[in-house]
């Protein structure tokens, strides 16, 4: 049976960065700011705003997701 190397190449070292971590987390709670200012009030520019917030939200995630995965 194969055991898997323990060897800390520099892909693994790339998705245990912090920094990574931290872009996420800020990319998700804008994105749940954007979910929630769309539900607050009926208003068409407040959902507008929702949106875009909501779109800058998960364009930062992804990013973060995609510098994981090295893509």
């Known amino acids: ?3 898997a190397s323990n ?3 520099e892909s693994m070292k ?3 960065d912090v920094s990574t971590y ?3 987390t800020v990319g998700i709670l804008i994105g749940i700011l954007g979910v929630y200012l769309r539900f ?3 208003s068409t520019t407040l959902s507008i ?3 875009a917030i909501l779109l800058i939200g ?3 995630a992804c990013k973060a997701v995609f510098k ?4």
């Open 1 to 3: 049976m194969e055991q």
């Open 7 to 9: 060897q800390n190449t």
């Open 14 to 16: 790339k998705a245990n």
């Open 22 to 24: 931290k872009l996420m």
């Open 40 to 42: 607050a009030y009926d």
């Open 49 to 51: 705003v929702s949106w």
């Open 58 to 60: 998960t364009v930062i």
């Open 68 to 71: 994981i995965l090295d893509a």
